[in-house]
Structure formats: structure tokens, C-alpha cells
């Protein structure tokens, strides 16, 4: 049976826009994060086509009905005995 290590964070989620204007939201880490996402962007693509109020409406409702995000990484994989995410 494999073993597993979960880390959890405390996040915020904000809106950004690439280049040419199209917004997605990133998750900006707050008092905890997750140290196996260090030097990292956690980000979440929108529908074609979705405007920057949709995509601030989007980041409000995560932000009142996440209460955080966590990562579970198996024996199996290369960060399990990383030391930067001990």
C-alpha cells in the first residue's frame, strides 16, 4: 500500500489578465500555503468569450465558499521526499 502526505493552504482568489486581456483567476497563497507549490502559479482558465466582471464574480464566490485547497502527494511521486515540500 502506498503512503500518501497532504498539505494544506489558505488561499485568495484574484483575477488577472493575460496579455491580450482575457481574465483567468490565480490563487494567491495568504497566511499558510502549500510548500509543495512554492516558486508556482496555481491558476483556473475561464469559458471562451468570459468578461472581466464575470471573471470577479467567479474569484468573489470562490473566495466566500472556499475555505482552503490542499495537496495530496503519493510515495509514488518525485515531491514525496523533496525536501522543499516537507
Do not use: C, W
Not at 494544506?8 to 483567468?24: A, C, L, M, N, S
Not at 507549490?37 to 466582471?53: E, H, Y
Amino acid at each position: 500500500m502506498s503512503q500518501a502526505r497532504t498539505e494544506h493552504g489558505q488561499f485568495r482568489f484574484i483575477v488577472k489578465e493575460y496579455e491580450d486581456g482575457t481574465p483567468y483567476i490565480t490563487a494567491e497563497p495568504l497566511r499558510q500555503g502549500i510548500t509543495a507549490l512554492n516558486d508556482t502559479n496555481v491558476g483556473f482558465g475561464l469559458p471562451a468569450g468570459s468578461t472581466l466582471d464575470q471573471a470577479k464574480r467567479a474569484a468573489d464566490f470562490m473566495n466566500r465558499n472556499l475555505a482552503g485547497m490542499f495537496l495530496t502527494i503519493f510515495d509514488t511521486h518525485q515531491l514525496y521526499n523533496h525536501p522543499k515540500a516537507s
